[in-house]
């Protein structure tokens, strides 16, 4: 990779902008709080057998990391 890669692009006026869009920082935000809300799921009860703990909060978490892919990967409208 080159440096230029690395360096923050710039828009029309010559200022510097954003990698990601406004939307990608949002889903982003809403991925860690998915996340957090499935391993708050997994805390809890005494029973360790529960629908909650063993299915329901690991299917949340791996959503919320689905929801991060799709943040880093989608392209902002503006381009």
Do not use: C, H
Not at 4 to 9: A, F, I, V
Not at 50 to 73: E, H, N, Q
Request: aromatic share 12%; charged share 20%.
């Amino acid at each position: 990779m080159s440096k230029e890669n690395l360096k923050p692009k710039k828009d029309i006026s010559g200022n510097q902008s954003f990698i990601f869009g406004k939307e990608n920082y949002m889903l982003m935000i809403a991925s860690v709080a998915i996340i957090f809300v499935g391993f708050a799921l997994m805390t809890g009860s005494e029973d360790i057998f529960d629908f909650r703990k063993l299915t329901l909060a690991p299917i949340v978490v791996l959503s919320g990391f689905v929801v991060g892919i799709f943040a880093i990967m989608r392209k902002s409208k503006a381009e």
